[in-house]
């Protein structure tokens, strides 16, 4: 269910740039993939349920040439959707950069015109909804009238 989600997000053009690594715990995709995470999120991600790379195809197979100039959107869209998919499931989830990408790109032979783009951990949460964990960065968020604009935006 929680890729059927990002498999209906909406592309440009329909591209559909994205495709998944999916590691479930136990299993030897999980173990590899975890094998590669930069040390902060070694703390916590290890132990996630699923572990998913959020792959982006970047050039046209066989080429240079740009697959889609909405590539990282489109994917970003995608693994967005999967999330809210996930929370209303009754999990946590938390999309990284922490991870060691050119090492992930060689353990897992990714083709030259994809590109590991972030990860995503994804399971029970061992904490209190809300509850701050881990790397410690400030979760605020910026007011409401700080980012929406009824007119131009030179205020
Ligand atoms: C593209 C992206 C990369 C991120 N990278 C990391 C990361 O490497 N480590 C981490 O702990 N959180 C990472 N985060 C999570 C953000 O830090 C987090 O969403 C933000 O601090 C707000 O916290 P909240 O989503 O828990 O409310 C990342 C989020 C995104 C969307």
Same mark, same amino acid.
């Given at each position: 269910?929680?890729?059927?989600? /990002?498999? !209906? *997000? ?9 495709? =998944? #690594?999916? &590691?479930?715990?136990? +299993? ?16 916590? /991600?290890? !132990? *996630? ?9 970047? =050039? #046209?197979? &066989?080429?240079?040439? +740009? ?89």
């Amino acid at each position: 269910m929680i890729l059927e989600a /990002a498999q !209906s *997000a909406p592309s440009a053009g329909n591209s559909q740039p994205w495709s =998944f #690594i999916v &590691g479930m715990r136990g +299993e030897d995709t999980h173990t590899r993939l975890s094998a590669h995470l930069a040390r902060s999120s070694t703390v916590w /991600a290890p !132990s *996630a349920s699923y572990l998913i790379a959020n792959v982006r195809q970047r =050039f #046209i197979e &066989g080429s240079e040439l +740009e697959y889609s100039e909405f590539g990282r959107y489109d994917l970003g869209q995608a693994v967005a959707y999967m999330t809210v998919q996930a929370h209303s499931l009754g999990l946590a989830s938390h999309q990284f950069r922490a991870f060691k990408k050119q090492a992930l790109t060689e353990a897992f032979q990714l083709p030259e015109h994809l590109e590991i783009v972030t990860m995503t951990a994804i399971g029970l949460a061992d904490h209190l909804r809300g509850e701050v964990v881990g790397s410690g960065t400030d979760r605020t968020r910026r007011e409401l009238d700080s980012l929406v604009f009824a007119g131009d935006l030179s205020r």
